[in-house]
């Protein structure tokens, strides 16, 4: 089921900035995350403060908004937040 994106969410646990991932998050997007968290707004908002730092590709997954990341030929993944 998609999400809509005009639902009012309440946003928490924003990535830590490490993890595993071979790159870290962006730092931009860390601290937009860390802006978020705690925060009640529609997906879309969110969605759009998350793109405006990052070129990556900003998605809503179930539960949480994902960032995606291509560098040579290798494709990151990171949970930027989460929200319910």
């Known amino acids: 089921m998609a999400q809509k994106t005009n639902a009012i969410k309440t946003f928490f646990d924003p990535h830590l900035g490490f993890a595993g991932a071979t790159i870290?998050?962006?730092?931009?997007?860390?601290?937009?995350?860390?802006k978020l968290n705690g925060k009640s707004m529609t997906l879309?908002?969110?969605?759009?403060?998350?793109?405006?730092?990052?070129?990556?590709?900003?998605?809503?997954?179930?539960?949480?908004?994902?960032?995606?990341?291509?560098e040579s030929n290798a494709k990151h993944i990171f949970r930027v937040i989460r929200f319910r």
């Open 24 to 34: 870290p998050i962006p730092d931009k997007v860390k601290k937009v995350a860390r």
């Open 44 to 70: 879309h908002q969110a969605v759009v403060k998350i793109q405006a730092v990052t070129n990556g590709a900003v998605s809503i997954e179930n539960g949480w908004i994902a960032l995606k990341l291509s």
